[in-house]
């Protein structure tokens, strides 16, 4: 099959790149042209496990090609993905603006049959509108099709992902539409749930949502364990034996990030809203993870009093593990609230660190979680890379000033930080 991707970010190259090892031929397109161009160089554009050799090898193999407009995307592929980005407008809705402008630009140069999907997370109606555009741009009865087909990759783990999802989600209007769809799909050997369009978009939102509010119940807990002498960690696990509950996503700490939860929240609250329905326990989810945050600087706070002047070691700035990607990343959040604070920070992550410098100029960097403990008077853990799982805490606390240790994500053992000689916090955990 042909396949062209439009937006070749996180979710379009992952995808574009999945697609061809799995024998489809694929365009992908982006309007960035430095972005396309590095890539033609066989330089990637974001930290993903895995995507570099997926990318050389599909590029080698002539299956994988990149280009620089729409209309070429049009002109190649039978199927069209759309993964351009649904950022949030101030008022918390999707802003669909990339959407329409896609959509306008596939109109304009329609010639024979293609199916649309959107790929993109937007809020339910959208595949509608995108149906609207096309049919007034394009050519009078133009052959086309519009489907939904949402996107559950994780960052970090994105490849592993995209070549062994749980489930393909896909909506349909047409049982031509559906056909092509399995198609694409039949070579990754997924459960697929096919439904109608506005079903698909509403699973996206409804399962981000949902994870999100799993992660704010989690929080939550912690700052009752946190005042009963409680541990968290037992109660959740304890929760998660229960086959009905599951442990995945209750784990405490600093708040959920990144470029999806935060404004998949939002724009759901908005498009319920819009439609009629109070959804009054997302706001509630939102009030907790912004909460979460300011728990963890008053633990600091409890621990070095006041923060100005204070040497403070930053582990980890990305918004997670195993990504370059620092949007809404709560841990440069903190970081940037310790030095508003007067704090010296210095920080260290693996991969994120240019990235870190150009979204905060001022923050100074360290060549190693060593490095930057040098003289420190608390070290924060605040994304959980596998590097900082086994550090050598005996270095460690010989390098800092106040063997400290605040941890933003319950990775370490209480017992064994005791033992090294740290004073320990973590979240929600005696
Ligand atoms: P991204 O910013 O990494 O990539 C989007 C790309 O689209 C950019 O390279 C941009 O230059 C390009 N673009 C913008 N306008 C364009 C246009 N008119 N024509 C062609 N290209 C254009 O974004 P992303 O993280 O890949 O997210 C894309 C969508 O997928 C969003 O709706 C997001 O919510 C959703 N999503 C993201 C993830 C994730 O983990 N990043 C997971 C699931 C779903």
Redesign the pocket.
Known sequence: MKISV???????LVTGACFADRGHRVLC????KG?IAKLRRGVMTIYEPGLEDLVRRNVKAGRLKFGTT?AEAVAFGTVIFI????PPRPDGTADLS?ME??SR?IAKVLKEYRLVVD????PVHTGEKVKQVITKYAPKGADFDVASNP?????GA?VQDTLHPDRIVFGVESARADKVLREVFEPFKAPILSTDIKSAELIKHASNSFLALKISYANALAAVCDLAGADVQMVTRGMGMDRRIGLAFLNPGIGYGG??FP??VSAFEAISRELGYDFKVLREVQRLNEEAAGLFIKKIEQELWNLKGKKIAAFGLSFKPDTDDIRESVALKIVKMLMEKGADVRGYDPQAMERAREAVPALKTAKSPYDAAKGADAALLLTEWKEFHNLDLARLKKLMAHPTMIDGRNLYEPDKMKAAGFTYKSIGRP
């Open positions: 439009i937006g070749t970010g996180h979710v379009g397109v982006d309007v960035d972005k729409n993964c351009v980005p649904t990339f402008s896609v630009d790929k993109s997370t937007v996107e559950f990759l994780r960052e994105a470029s999806c404004k998949d």
